[in-house]
């Protein structure tokens, strides 16, 4: 099983790394696909998709260390399920020719079922690495580093949000 478990934190820990990171490098390009849902009042979209970046950001560095599993994996719970009430509530309004906003890997694929069903295995793989012991997770000096890291980008986050704050501004 731990082989199992090995795989699904890596692959996951890829996957939130890759979305995440999407979330920033291409920010615009999910505030308008964000907006289509219509589920975000417009003034805190912006907000919501550096949160759910940053999150998604934690995610990929949680996944991957023993101390910080537990709540990497319930955010990452949350995240999803999130996401696929999202698709879900966008697939029974009708709507047509809407993308799922992912980005990374996954892409930005138009909302089907398939893309909901393809959710639902996440979660199932989240919940594999939640529940099962990983006796390979990082306890060395790498959490310290890449707890370095993670608040390095989150301060860089912050700054962008100022940035976009003051852009806001001027128009």
């Not at 999130?82 to 993308?99: C, D, E, F, P």
């Not at 996954?106 to 919940?127: F, H, Y």
């Not at 012991?133 to 959490?143: D, G, T, V």
Request: charged share 15%; glycine share 6%.
């Amino acid at each position: 099983m731990e082989i199992i478990t090995l795989y699904c934190s890596v692959l996951l820990s890829i996957l939130f790394l890759s979305t995440g990171l999407d979330k920033f490098l291409h920010f615009y390009k999910h505030v308008v696909s964000t907006r289509k849902y219509d589920l975000i009042p417009a003034r805190f979209i912006k907000i919501v998709i550096a949160l759910m970046g940053t999150l998604e950001l934690y995610v990929s560095i949680g996944l991957l260390i023993k101390t910080w599993k537990e709540s990497a994996g319930l955010v990452a719970i949350v995240l999803l399920i999130i996401y696929t009430y999202a698709m879900v509530h966008q697939m029974r309004k009708g709507s047509k020719n809407l993308n799922c906003g992912c980005g990374g890997l996954i892409g930005d694929q138009e909302i089907t079922w398939k893309s909901i069903a393809r959710n639902a295995v996440l979660i199932m793989g989240v919940v594999v690495t939640y529940i099962f012991p990983q006796e390979f997770m990082m306890n060395s000096i790498l959490p310290t580093y890449l707890s370095s890291i993670l608040i390095i980008l989150i301060t860089s986050i912050s700054l962008k949000m100022i940035e976009f704050k003051k852009i806001e501004n001027v128009k």
